[in-house]
């Protein structure tokens, strides 16, 4: 029997650099495939929502913050098989924005037990070199090429 196609998922995400250049990363420790990993903030769209929409809305969910401007145009894409919810394979369909920070290391918000609620284990914030450096899955692949653009 051939197994199904993955279900689509749409998901917004938020690359966030802070005056220093710093990435802001999220770890995650999710079963396999996903495994161990770090990634930008951000995540499923809600129904109506535009990939924007989504990131912006993300953004603030899982930071805290409403007062950090995702700005428009897309900056990277990129599709991936994984695991959602721990229960079901979905073919996620992704899309980058950015957002800059003003304060260094900006810290977040009350969001604890948000994170607790997603699987979200620590946030980071990541200078370039780190990025290059790091054995840790980062995601998106090429994050720090990406990041470099970006600065």
């Known amino acids: 029997m051939k197994e199904a196609e993955p279900r689509e998922r749409l998901a917004g995400r938020v690359i966030v650099l802070d005056p220093d250049g710093r990435t802001l ?3 995650y420790d999710d079963p396999e495939p996903n495994g161990h990993h770090w990634n930008t903030p951000g995540g499923g769209l809600e129904a109506g ?7 912006r809305r993300e ?3 899982e930071t805290g913050w409403h007062d950090v401007p995702v700005l428009p145009g897309e900056v990277h894409r990129r599709e991936i098989v ?7 394979m979905v073919r996620q369909v992704e899309r980058f924005f950015l957002a800059r920070v003003r304060e ?3 810290p977040l918000g009350d969001v604890g037990s948000m994170h607790v609620t997603d699987g979200i284990g620590s946030f980071r914030w990541w200078t370039l070199e780190e990025l ?3 054995a ?3 995601w ?5 090429d990406l990041v470099r653009r970006l600065r």
Request: hydrophobic share 40%.
């Open 25 to 27: 990363l999220f770890e």
């Open 49 to 55: 929502e535009d990939y924007l929409d989504g990131a």
């Open 59 to 61: 953004l603030a969910e």
């Open 82 to 88: 994984m695991m959602h919810a721990k229960t079901r």
């Open 104 to 106: 260094p290391r900006r």
């Open 132 to 134: 290059e450096a790091t």
């Open 136 to 138: 840790d899955r980062i």
């Open 140 to 144: 998106p692949e090429g994050l720090a």
